[in-house]
Protein backbone atom coordinates (compact mmCIF):
# COMPACT_ATOMS: atom_id res chain seq x y z
CA UNK A 1 0.00 0.00 0.00
CA UNK A 2 1.06 3.35 -1.18
CA UNK A 3 1.95 6.74 1.30
CA UNK A 4 -0.97 8.47 0.05
CA UNK A 5 -3.27 5.59 0.52
CA UNK A 6 -2.26 4.93 4.16
CA UNK A 7 -2.80 8.87 4.79
CA UNK A 8 -6.23 8.58 3.33
CA UNK A 9 -7.15 5.50 5.60
CA UNK A 10 -6.15 7.50 8.62
CA UNK A 11 -7.91 10.91 7.82
CA UNK A 12 -11.17 9.10 6.85
CA UNK A 13 -11.37 7.30 10.28
CA UNK A 14 -10.45 10.26 12.37
CA UNK A 15 -13.01 12.25 10.41
CA UNK A 16 -15.73 9.86 11.11
CA UNK A 17 -14.65 9.53 15.00
CA UNK A 18 -14.68 13.20 15.21
CA UNK A 19 -18.12 13.13 13.46
CA UNK A 20 -19.33 11.30 16.20
CA UNK A 21 -17.83 12.56 18.84
CA UNK A 22 -19.65 15.78 17.54
CA UNK A 23 -22.81 14.44 17.49
CA UNK A 24 -22.66 13.07 20.79
CA UNK A 25 -21.69 16.34 22.22
CA UNK A 26 -24.63 18.69 19.98
CA UNK A 27 -27.15 15.66 21.29
CA UNK A 28 -26.18 16.49 25.31
CA UNK A 29 -26.39 19.89 24.55
CA UNK A 30 -30.06 19.16 22.80
CA UNK A 31 -31.54 17.14 25.64
CA UNK A 32 -30.36 19.46 28.64
CA UNK A 33 -31.35 22.56 27.00
CA UNK A 34 -35.27 21.36 25.53
CA UNK A 35 -35.88 18.56 27.60
CA UNK A 36 -36.24 20.20 30.89
CA UNK A 37 -39.57 18.66 31.46
CA UNK A 38 -38.25 15.16 31.44
CA UNK A 39 -35.67 15.87 33.97
CA UNK A 40 -37.64 18.34 36.44
CA UNK A 41 -35.66 20.51 38.81
CA UNK A 42 -32.13 19.76 36.76
CA UNK A 43 -32.55 23.09 34.93
CA UNK A 44 -32.98 26.16 37.19
CA UNK A 45 -35.12 28.26 34.99
CA UNK A 46 -33.47 32.09 35.32
CA UNK A 47 -34.77 35.53 33.46
CA UNK A 48 -31.36 34.86 31.07
CA UNK A 49 -33.93 31.50 29.31
CA UNK A 50 -36.81 33.93 28.83
CA UNK A 51 -37.03 35.21 25.36
CA UNK A 52 -36.88 39.24 25.46
CA UNK A 53 -40.36 39.43 23.28
CA UNK A 54 -42.37 36.95 25.26
CA UNK A 55 -42.83 38.05 29.00
CA UNK A 56 -43.02 35.44 30.97
CA UNK A 57 -46.59 34.70 32.31
CA UNK A 58 -48.15 35.37 35.80
CA UNK A 59 -51.78 33.83 35.48
CA UNK A 60 -50.17 29.87 35.36
CA UNK A 61 -49.29 28.83 38.62
CA UNK A 62 -45.99 26.91 39.01
CA UNK A 63 -45.93 23.19 38.57
CA UNK A 64 -45.14 21.76 42.06
CA UNK A 65 -42.07 19.76 42.03
CA UNK A 66 -42.40 15.98 42.75
CA UNK A 67 -41.92 14.66 46.14
CA UNK A 68 -38.83 13.11 46.42
CA UNK A 69 -35.88 13.05 48.86
CA UNK A 70 -34.19 15.25 46.82
CA UNK A 71 -36.39 18.24 47.51
CA UNK A 72 -37.78 17.11 51.26
CA UNK A 73 -36.44 19.69 53.61
CA UNK A 74 -37.43 19.66 57.58
CA UNK A 75 -38.65 23.10 56.78
CA UNK A 76 -41.05 22.05 54.25
CA UNK A 77 -42.60 19.23 56.45
CA UNK A 78 -42.89 21.92 59.18
CA UNK A 79 -45.01 24.09 56.46
CA UNK A 80 -47.21 21.12 55.33
CA UNK A 81 -48.58 20.17 58.87
CA UNK A 82 -49.79 24.13 60.33
CA UNK A 83 -52.95 23.89 62.34
CA UNK A 84 -55.19 26.45 61.97
CA UNK A 85 -55.82 29.45 64.18
CA UNK A 86 -59.08 29.26 66.16
CA UNK A 87 -59.81 32.75 67.51
CA UNK A 88 -62.44 31.42 70.08
CA UNK A 89 -62.46 28.51 72.61
CA UNK A 90 -65.54 26.93 73.50
CA UNK A 91 -65.15 25.99 77.19
CA UNK A 92 -68.11 23.41 78.29
CA UNK A 93 -70.55 24.85 81.00
CA UNK A 94 -70.29 23.49 83.97
CA UNK A 95 -73.16 23.01 86.64
CA UNK A 96 -73.96 25.29 89.65
CA UNK A 97 -75.23 23.62 92.99
CA UNK A 98 -74.41 27.13 95.26
CA UNK A 99 -76.59 30.16 95.67
CA UNK A 100 -74.71 33.29 94.43
CA UNK A 101 -74.86 37.14 96.10
CA UNK A 102 -76.29 39.39 93.37
CA UNK A 103 -76.59 43.31 93.92
CA UNK A 104 -79.19 45.40 92.13
CA UNK A 105 -78.23 48.33 89.99
CA UNK A 106 -80.28 51.54 88.25
CA UNK A 107 -82.15 50.24 85.41
CA UNK A 108 -82.30 46.26 86.57
CA UNK A 109 -85.67 44.72 85.86
CA UNK A 110 -86.93 40.88 87.61
CA UNK A 111 -86.74 39.95 83.88
CA UNK A 112 -83.61 41.03 83.16
CA UNK A 113 -81.80 39.76 86.09
CA UNK A 114 -83.38 36.66 85.44
CA UNK A 115 -82.06 36.64 81.61
CA UNK A 116 -78.45 37.34 83.09
CA UNK A 117 -78.72 34.19 85.18
CA UNK A 118 -80.62 31.60 82.22
CA UNK A 119 -83.16 31.61 85.11
CA UNK A 120 -87.28 32.39 84.96
CA UNK A 121 -88.57 35.46 86.69
CA UNK A 122 -90.44 33.24 88.92
CA UNK A 123 -87.45 31.97 90.38
CA UNK A 124 -85.95 35.52 91.52
CA UNK A 125 -89.04 36.21 93.02
CA UNK A 126 -89.69 33.13 95.07
CA UNK A 127 -85.62 33.00 96.15
CA UNK A 128 -86.09 36.53 97.70
CA UNK A 129 -89.83 37.20 98.97
CA UNK A 130 -88.48 38.45 102.30
CA UNK A 131 -87.07 40.98 99.80
CA UNK A 132 -89.53 41.32 97.40
CA UNK A 133 -92.59 40.11 98.77
CA UNK A 134 -93.66 38.73 95.40
CA UNK A 135 -94.13 42.06 94.07
CA UNK A 136 -91.23 43.21 91.29
CA UNK A 137 -91.99 46.72 91.65
CA UNK A 138 -90.16 46.28 95.21
CA UNK A 139 -87.37 46.13 93.37
CA UNK A 140 -84.42 48.71 94.08
CA UNK A 141 -80.95 49.66 93.58
CA UNK A 142 -78.67 48.30 96.50
CA UNK A 143 -80.80 45.45 97.40
CA UNK A 144 -78.63 41.94 97.67
CA UNK A 145 -80.67 39.32 95.73
CA UNK A 146 -80.32 35.32 96.16
CA UNK A 147 -79.75 33.83 93.08
CA UNK A 148 -80.48 29.91 92.85
CA UNK A 149 -78.54 27.75 90.69
CA UNK A 150 -81.34 26.45 89.08
CA UNK A 151 -85.04 27.13 88.20
CA UNK A 152 -87.68 26.80 91.24
CA UNK A 153 -88.24 27.61 94.65
CA UNK A 154 -86.27 28.19 98.30
CA UNK A 155 -87.46 27.29 101.28
CA UNK A 156 -86.95 27.14 104.81
CA UNK A 157 -87.69 23.99 106.75
CA UNK A 158 -89.96 24.13 109.90
CA UNK A 159 -90.85 21.72 112.73
CA UNK A 160 -93.35 19.33 111.58
CA UNK A 161 -92.18 19.32 107.79
CA UNK A 162 -92.01 16.08 106.35
CA UNK A 163 -89.95 15.61 102.22
CA UNK A 164 -93.44 14.29 100.90
CA UNK A 165 -95.37 17.12 102.18
CA UNK A 166 -92.92 20.24 100.89
CA UNK A 167 -92.35 18.13 98.02
CA UNK A 168 -96.12 18.07 97.30
CA UNK A 169 -97.08 21.44 97.86
CA UNK A 170 -94.32 22.13 94.99
CA UNK A 171 -95.35 20.07 92.50
CA UNK A 172 -92.22 18.09 93.09
CA UNK A 173 -91.07 14.90 94.19
CA UNK A 174 -89.38 13.76 97.34
CA UNK A 175 -85.97 12.43 95.03
CA UNK A 176 -86.21 16.19 93.42
CA UNK A 177 -85.34 17.56 96.44
CA UNK A 178 -83.01 15.04 98.00
CA UNK A 179 -81.35 14.39 95.18
CA UNK A 180 -79.81 17.84 94.17
CA UNK A 181 -76.46 17.89 95.30
CA UNK A 182 -76.35 21.65 96.66
CA UNK A 183 -79.09 19.99 99.44
CA UNK A 184 -76.40 17.94 100.94
CA UNK A 185 -79.32 15.77 102.11
CA UNK A 186 -78.16 12.21 101.13
CA UNK A 187 -74.25 12.62 100.98
CA UNK A 188 -72.65 9.38 100.96
CA UNK A 189 -75.30 7.36 102.69
CA UNK A 190 -77.80 6.68 99.97
CA UNK A 191 -80.19 6.22 102.93
CA UNK A 192 -84.03 5.82 102.42
CA UNK A 193 -86.60 9.03 102.22
CA UNK A 194 -88.08 8.22 105.12
CA UNK A 195 -84.33 8.13 106.90
CA UNK A 196 -83.61 11.16 106.23
CA UNK A 197 -84.02 14.11 108.57
CA UNK A 198 -83.81 18.14 107.97
CA UNK A 199 -83.26 20.27 110.88
CA UNK A 200 -85.60 23.37 111.43
CA UNK A 201 -84.42 26.21 110.12
CA UNK A 202 -82.41 24.90 107.20
CA UNK A 203 -83.22 26.06 103.44
CA UNK A 204 -82.96 23.91 100.64
CA UNK A 205 -83.65 24.67 97.24
CA UNK A 206 -86.36 22.93 95.27
CA UNK A 207 -85.44 22.17 91.62
CA UNK A 208 -88.52 22.72 89.56
CA UNK A 209 -91.17 24.00 91.91
CA UNK A 210 -93.77 26.04 91.36
CA UNK A 211 -96.10 27.73 93.65
CA UNK A 212 -99.16 30.74 93.73
CA UNK A 213 -97.45 34.36 93.74
CA UNK A 214 -98.68 36.01 96.86
CA UNK A 215 -100.86 38.81 95.32
CA UNK A 216 -101.58 42.17 97.08
CA UNK A 217 -103.57 43.35 94.11
CA UNK A 218 -107.06 45.14 95.01
CA UNK A 219 -109.74 42.63 95.18
CA UNK A 220 -113.30 42.76 93.34
CA UNK A 221 -115.06 46.27 94.98
CA UNK A 222 -118.36 46.13 94.15
CA UNK A 223 -120.25 49.50 94.32
CA UNK A 224 -122.93 47.52 96.86
CA UNK A 225 -119.96 46.81 99.17
CA UNK A 226 -116.80 49.02 98.68
CA UNK A 227 -115.92 48.57 102.36
CA UNK A 228 -114.34 44.63 101.18
CA UNK A 229 -111.45 47.16 100.68
CA UNK A 230 -111.40 48.36 104.30
CA UNK A 231 -107.76 46.16 104.80
CA UNK A 232 -106.05 47.98 102.30
CA UNK A 233 -106.00 51.21 103.51
CA UNK A 234 -107.71 54.59 104.31
CA UNK A 235 -109.10 55.26 100.51
CA UNK A 236 -111.71 52.48 100.95
CA UNK A 237 -115.13 53.27 100.53
CA UNK A 238 -118.95 52.97 102.53
CA UNK A 239 -121.93 52.27 100.58
CA UNK A 240 -121.86 53.82 96.86
CA UNK A 241 -125.66 53.94 95.42
CA UNK A 242 -126.53 54.14 91.32
CA UNK A 243 -124.25 55.70 89.39
CA UNK A 244 -122.76 55.85 85.81
CA UNK A 245 -122.53 53.08 83.96
CA UNK A 246 -119.62 52.12 81.46
CA UNK A 247 -119.61 51.90 77.65
CA UNK A 248 -118.09 48.80 76.99
CA UNK A 249 -115.26 50.94 75.28
CA UNK A 250 -112.25 52.04 76.53
CA UNK A 251 -109.39 55.13 76.39
CA UNK A 252 -105.97 55.59 77.07
CA UNK A 253 -106.10 56.91 80.53
CA UNK A 254 -103.10 59.65 80.19
CA UNK A 255 -101.64 61.44 77.22
CA UNK A 256 -98.51 58.42 77.09
CA UNK A 257 -99.24 55.50 75.19
CA UNK A 258 -96.25 53.38 75.57
CA UNK A 259 -94.81 50.62 78.69
CA UNK A 260 -92.19 52.25 80.48
CA UNK A 261 -91.27 49.74 83.10
CA UNK A 262 -93.04 46.30 83.40
CA UNK A 263 -95.79 45.43 80.79
CA UNK A 264 -98.84 42.63 81.48
CA UNK A 265 -96.49 39.49 82.59
CA UNK A 266 -98.55 37.21 84.64
CA UNK A 267 -95.42 35.42 84.84
CA UNK A 268 -93.58 38.13 87.73
CA UNK A 269 -96.95 38.71 89.37
CA UNK A 270 -97.44 42.26 87.35
CA UNK A 271 -101.25 42.14 85.88
CA UNK A 272 -100.82 45.90 84.98
CA UNK A 273 -98.99 47.86 82.48
CA UNK A 274 -97.02 51.05 83.85
CA UNK A 275 -97.54 53.37 81.20
CA UNK A 276 -95.46 56.00 80.72
CA UNK A 277 -95.58 59.41 81.99
CA UNK A 278 -94.43 63.08 83.34
CA UNK A 279 -94.98 63.96 87.14
CA UNK A 280 -98.15 65.53 87.01
CA UNK A 281 -99.72 64.42 83.72
CA UNK A 282 -103.55 64.08 83.54
CA UNK A 283 -104.96 60.79 84.52
CA UNK A 284 -108.37 60.28 82.86
CA UNK A 285 -111.07 57.53 83.35
CA UNK A 286 -110.69 54.77 80.85
CA UNK A 287 -114.28 54.40 80.64
CA UNK A 288 -117.66 55.82 82.35
CA UNK A 289 -118.50 54.67 86.28
CA UNK A 290 -118.30 54.86 89.94
CA UNK A 291 -115.99 55.59 92.02
CA UNK A 292 -115.00 52.64 94.80
CA UNK A 293 -111.96 53.31 96.35
CA UNK A 294 -110.16 57.01 96.27
CA UNK A 295 -107.10 57.94 98.27
CA UNK A 296 -103.83 56.00 100.12
CA UNK A 297 -103.72 52.81 99.71
CA UNK A 298 -100.90 50.52 102.11
CA UNK A 299 -100.08 47.50 99.49
CA UNK A 300 -97.79 49.21 97.52
CA UNK A 301 -100.18 51.31 95.25
CA UNK A 302 -99.44 54.66 96.68
CA UNK A 303 -102.42 57.04 95.88
CA UNK A 304 -105.05 54.38 94.13
CA UNK A 305 -107.97 55.26 92.32
CA UNK A 306 -110.48 52.14 91.30
CA UNK A 307 -113.39 52.62 89.17
CA UNK A 308 -116.59 50.41 88.75
CA UNK A 309 -118.14 50.73 85.52
CA UNK A 310 -121.32 48.99 86.58
CA UNK A 311 -121.09 46.09 84.12
CA UNK A 312 -118.60 43.80 85.10
CA UNK A 313 -115.54 45.79 84.19
CA UNK A 314 -113.34 47.99 86.56
CA UNK A 315 -110.63 49.45 86.05
CA UNK A 316 -107.28 50.67 88.70
CA UNK A 317 -105.06 53.66 88.35
CA UNK A 318 -102.14 53.71 90.82
CA UNK A 319 -98.95 55.50 92.06
CA UNK A 320 -100.68 58.72 91.56
CA UNK A 321 -98.96 62.32 92.75
CA UNK A 322 -103.02 63.64 93.46
CA UNK A 323 -106.43 62.28 93.26
CA UNK A 324 -109.30 64.44 91.73
CA UNK A 325 -112.09 62.45 92.37
CA UNK A 326 -114.03 60.95 95.80
CA UNK A 327 -115.85 57.88 97.04
CA UNK A 328 -119.25 57.62 95.11
CA UNK A 329 -118.71 59.97 92.49
CA UNK A 330 -119.79 59.30 88.85
CA UNK A 331 -117.18 59.77 86.21
CA UNK A 332 -117.20 59.69 82.05
CA UNK A 333 -115.24 58.17 80.18
CA UNK A 334 -112.01 60.60 79.49
CA UNK A 335 -112.73 62.72 82.40
CA UNK A 336 -109.67 64.01 84.62
CA UNK A 337 -109.57 61.86 87.68
CA UNK A 338 -106.05 62.39 88.79
CA UNK A 339 -102.61 62.78 88.14
CA UNK A 340 -99.34 60.86 87.29
CA UNK A 341 -96.90 60.14 89.69
CA UNK A 342 -94.58 57.87 92.01
CA UNK A 343 -96.13 57.33 95.23
CA UNK A 344 -96.15 53.77 96.75
CA UNK A 345 -93.95 51.18 95.56
CA UNK A 346 -92.45 53.24 92.01
CA UNK A 347 -89.03 54.40 91.35
CA UNK A 348 -90.31 56.74 88.86
CA UNK A 349 -93.10 58.89 87.45
CA UNK A 350 -95.78 56.35 85.58
CA UNK A 351 -99.45 55.17 86.00
CA UNK A 352 -99.84 51.64 86.87
CA UNK A 353 -103.09 50.89 85.28
CA UNK A 354 -105.09 47.15 85.94
CA UNK A 355 -108.16 46.56 84.43
CA UNK A 356 -110.33 43.26 85.29
CA UNK A 357 -113.50 41.36 84.04
CA UNK A 358 -115.86 39.74 86.56
CA UNK A 359 -113.49 39.78 89.35
CA UNK A 360 -110.67 38.23 86.56
CA UNK A 361 -107.85 40.75 85.32
CA UNK A 362 -107.23 40.75 82.00
CA UNK A 363 -104.47 42.59 79.52
CA UNK A 364 -105.02 45.97 79.08
CA UNK A 365 -103.71 45.72 75.60
CA UNK A 366 -106.08 43.62 74.17
CA UNK A 367 -108.90 46.39 75.12
CA UNK A 368 -107.35 49.45 74.63
CA UNK A 369 -107.20 51.30 71.29
CA UNK A 370 -104.01 50.76 69.34
CA UNK A 371 -101.37 53.16 70.30
Same mark, same amino acid.
Not at 105 to 122: M, R
Not at 134 to 150: S, T
Given at each position: ????????????????????????????????????????????????N???????????????????????????????????????T??????????????????????????????K??T??F?????L????????????????? #?? $??? *????? /??????? %???? @?????????????????????????????????????????????????T???????????????????????????G?????????? #?? $??? *????? /??????I %?G?? @??????S?????????????????L???????????????Q????????????????????????NA??????????????R??????????
Amino acid at each position: MSFLQKLWNQLRWSTIITFFICAILIGVVFVFTHSSKAFPGLIETTPTNLSATQPPATDVPPTPLPISPANLSLSSLLDGIRRDTVPHTSIPSRPRFTIIQYTVVSGDTITGIASKFNLKPSTILFANYNVLGDDPENLRPGQVLKILP #VD $GTY *YQWHD /NDSLAGV %AKFY @GVTPDDIVDFLGNHLNDNLDKAISQITVQPGTWLIVPGGYRQFISASAPTITRNNPAVASQMGPGFCGKVMGGAIGTGSFVWPTTEHW #VS $GYD *YEPAI /NHYAIDI %AGNL @GNPVYASDSGVVVYAGWNNTGYGNLTIIDHGDGWQTLYAHQSAIDVSCGESVARGVQIGNVGATGNATGPHLHFEMSYEGSRVNPHLYLPPP
